[in-house]
């Protein structure tokens, strides 16, 4: 275990020093992405600033929301981007994942090491700033559990998110290809996190509860935090059950991650 | 001796699929595909002893890289007995590949990104490499294979040749006792050919590193190997020493004769006409059936000749002759169609 740690933290170290050889075109590079990612933000900010409010939520409770959501899924990009499936699946077609598979190293650390993608700091940077401006404009009666819990739901979020990558990673070994359905649920869900969910349809909504449990993730969290009242008249332990929502869904991802690499068989050629 | 490789009846049967094109084409691949089986590898034996250096040459397609990945422990076989180093090599991944090396020369095991020098460095530090004996190797490798010059820059910017060198140094810092050579000089130009060569010959001799040779290029086999394998559609055809094939299979000599003037039909007894340009012919004779010497004397007596030249025929023609003409092989090939 300490071996495997001291090796993660190697490959990712060395990653990240050659991703900072070129420190200018790296900063511009983050500069850019940060922009163009807020400008998703600001204009939905000034529609909901013309219209005062979404579904009785108003803009900073939404930029509370949003932030985080942002933040962990940009947090999750860069830790777990060994197991998007854009790069993966050729890392299986191309049999670079052969290579992997040939030396005497856990296989899903060498996945996760084998990826570090710094850049998405213009991401988890856009991502605080929202956040941050959210906790701003919202009077959050600060106690010490709603204190406690923002850090624990990140942390949450961003299994919540790697484990769905995960998932989409172990459908490539049968499929080579990616399942361009799968976005519905990674990048699809984040995005549906990003908003107050009550507002959506039901069908919606009970895809984002049953099959992508992601409404346990930003919803009923911040309906607690921010003290909002709840239309679905959810019970109220369903605010506080994120971390066992994503310990859940981390555990079946790695059972089925580990079943993909079991059942795995390289090609002829 | 004691075998390291000792493959009993080794099978591998494929499911070729015929995929579903199209917009959900990948998703309707999960659930109904039409597959037909093909037998790559198909009860083969062989046993490779601790030390030795074996070529294993095949058309495109023959089965080799499937008896490789099958070794390495990449495919599980279909059927069949295949242990090596004391290691079910597919069951045993984690256990076994510490002791192997192997390079496939269409890919490369380093960090596309990194400097030499950094991957070389993370490999050490994955095999868990004393310090001593990785400078030691190191030290060694960088000499015969030419690294220094290349040893900071980054494995994108090399080329095919440079890349070789830094994936074979790479693959035997760990002083594995058994490795799997696939394709090594493929696309390599001849100096970068020569030092291949030498230090594969290197660690043979000087480290007795067990190693197994797969090669599209007969002239690394001769130049190496005593001991050859030759598979083709799944078969193994033979397996013995390079020079035995030669003399069953080659044994042939070419005569070249340049004329004074253009002659119909020149011919000599016991040689064979093979082409005919101008002036120019080339003849093939059998070394045991007539000697140069005859010929030229028979030349000499019935034609105006300018010059002449007898060599033997060259290796690779040889293993051509083999493969095309199917001299080692007699048995159609199995295929079959299924649907699920």
Redesign the interface.
Known sequence: MQ?NL??LH??IN??IR??LQYPFSFFMEILGSALIQSFFFISFALVIVRFEEIGGWNLGEVAFIWGMTEFSFGLMDMIFSGFDYDYFGPLIR???F??L??????ITLQVLGSRFVLRRIGKIFQGAVIFLFGLSQVGVNWTPLRIIYIPILIISQVLFFGSLFIIGATTTF????????LNIFTYGGSEIMSYPMHIFPRAIRLIFTYIVPAIFLSYFPAVFILEKTDPLNAPRIVSFIAPLVSLILLWIALRFWRYGIKNY??S?? | MTPIITVRNLTKTFKVFHDHKGYFGALRNLFDRKFKLIEAVYQINFTITAGELVGYIGPNGAGKSTTIKMLTGLLVPTSGELRVNGYIPWKDRRKYVKYIGAVFGQRTTLWWDLPVCDSLNLIKHIYEIEETQFRKNLGIFREILDLDTFMETPVRSLSLGQRMRADLCAALLHDPTLVFLDEPTIGLDVVAKQRIRDFIQFINQEKHTTILLTTHDISDVAKLCERVIIIDLGKILFDGKLETLLKTFGGRRLLSVDFAEAYLKPVLENAEIISIQGSKVLYSFERDVVSASNLINQLSTKYRILDLEVHDQPIEDTIREIYEKQLLYNQPHAEKNFTS
């Open positions: 071996r001291t090796l190697r490959l060395i990653q050659s991703q191309l049999g670079r052969d290579q598979l040939l030396r005497p190293v856990n049968w499929t080579m290809e990616r399942l361009e359905i068989q390289s002829g050629s």
